[in-house]
T-cell receptor, first 113, second 113 residues
Framework: DVKVTQSSRYLVKRTGEKVFLECVQD?????MFWYRQDPGLGLRLIYF???????EKGDIPEGYSVSREKKERFSLILESASTNQTSMYLC????????????FGSGTRLTVV | DAKTTQPTSMDCAEGRAANLPCNHS???????VYWYRQIHSQGPQYIIH???NNETNEMASLIITEDRKSSTLILPHATLRDTAVYYC??????????????FGKGTKLSVKP
């Protein structure tokens, strides 16, 4: 069964810490995405990548960066965590060039205190 | 802004068909209609997508009107496990710019015994 795996299900970090959220997919997908989901706001796209070492800003990139050194791994980095980054973070991947659906991970619930 | 309009919530009796409507009156010629669902505390799950023709897979059927301004997702025999938020999304499908899935608020489907 194809999978998108997020390294942590729950995470608690302190304000100002540097936080790494890891996502790995085993489907050889070109595209990978990071979303955050907040009550009343739905899913919002933070960053996406359509190839190794490539990245594109989504709708809310401020305060985040990403890294894609290998095709299967897409990392989201919070350079200096703040309380307003407390959220559910969802990683997804997809193939390119045809209308395949996105496969999502189970999410990481991050709390910044 | 989401390009789709869905009812906030719907109920369905277990074993009956669930018909979830979606309006997308501003859809463009190259935009697909996608359906995802999100069961509580999990990542969204791809269900089905279509461009013009009706589609069916092991999970559901998608009926798209001839003018493409609306569609209906049909779960033929709803079970309690189909209780979830269902998202209808329209998105272009070209190359690396697949990072534009905009999830609205969706329809909360409650399947009742």
């Amino acid at each position: 069964d194809v999978k998108v795996t997020q390294s942590s299900r729950y995470l608690v970090k302190r304000t100002g810490e540097k936080v790494f959220l890891e996502c790995v997919q085993d489907m050889d997908h070109e595209n990978m995405f990071w979303y955050r989901q907040d009550p009343g706001l739905g899913l919002r796209l933070i960053y996406f990548s359509y190839d190794v070492k490539m990245k594109e800003k989504g709708d809310i990139p401020e305060g985040y960066s990403v890294s894609r050194e290998k095709k299967e791994r897409f990392s989201l980095i919070l350079e200096s965590a703040s309380t307003n980054q407390t959220s559910m973070y969802l990683c997804a991947s997809s193939l390119t060039g045809f209308s395949y659906g996105y496969t999502f991970g189970s999410g990481t619930r991050l709390t910044v205190v | 802004d989401a390009k789709t309009t869905q009812p906030t919530s719907m109920d369905c009796a277990e074993g009956r068909a669930a018909n979830l409507p979606c309006n997308h009156s501003t859809i463009s010629g190259n935009e697909y209609v996608y359906w995802y669902r999100q069961i509580h505390s999990q990542g969204p799950q791809y269900i089905i997508h279509g461009l013009k023709n009706n589609e069916t897979n092991e999970m559901a059927s998608l009926i798209i009107t001839e003018d493409r301004k609306s569609s209906t997702l049909i779960l033929p025999h709803a079970t309690l496990r189909d209780t979830a938020v269902y998202y209808c999304i329209v998105s272009p499908n070209y190359g690396g710019s697949q990072g534009n899935l905009i999830f609205g608020k969706g329809t909360k489907l409650s399947v009742k015994p």
